[in-house]
């Protein structure tokens, strides 16, 4: 069984680009939002959390990156952030 998995992105041609490739792929546990992730509390629901960069070349933002923007802006606290960097190595 797959667990469900949800993408939030803000380009409308990338949340499309991406369900054309899940669906390629015959991942269909995927659902898909536009959005802004900072207008979505996903975090404070229980939703199981992952911060990834699609591409280093392409958005030059590395995931350390990713995880030092959401602590900057108060969006996570130190803790919360190694809460799931851990989860992402299965700890």
Same mark, same amino acid.
């Given at each position: 069984? =797959?667990?469900?998995?949800?993408? +939030?992105?803000? /380009?409308?041609?990338? *949340?499309?680009?991406?369900?054309?490739?899940?669906?390629?792929?015959? =991942?269909?546990?995927?659902?898909? +939002?536009?959005? /802004?992730?900072?207008? *979505?509390?996903?975090?404070?629901?229980?939703?199981?959390?992952?911060?990834?960069?699609?591409?280093?070349? +392409?958005?030059?933002?590395?995931?350390?990156?990713?995880?030092?923007?959401?602590?900057?802006?108060?969006?996570?606290?130190?803790?919360?952030?190694?809460?799931?960097?851990?989860?992402?190595?299965?700890?």
């Amino acid at each position: 069984m =797959m667990l469900p998995l949800i993408g +939030i992105d803000r /380009d409308a041609a990338f *949340i499309e680009y991406a369900r054309q490739e899940a669906q390629e792929q015959g =991942m269909n546990h995927i659902t898909y +939002i536009q959005g /802004d992730i900072l207008q *979505i509390p996903l975090y404070d629901y229980g939703v199981p959390v992952t911060l990834n960069t699609h591409d280093l070349l +392409i958005f030059n933002q590395s995931v350390s990156q990713e995880y030092m923007n959401l602590y900057k802006a108060r969006l996570m606290t130190a803790e919360e952030l190694n809460e799931i960097r851990l989860g992402g190595l299965g700890r």
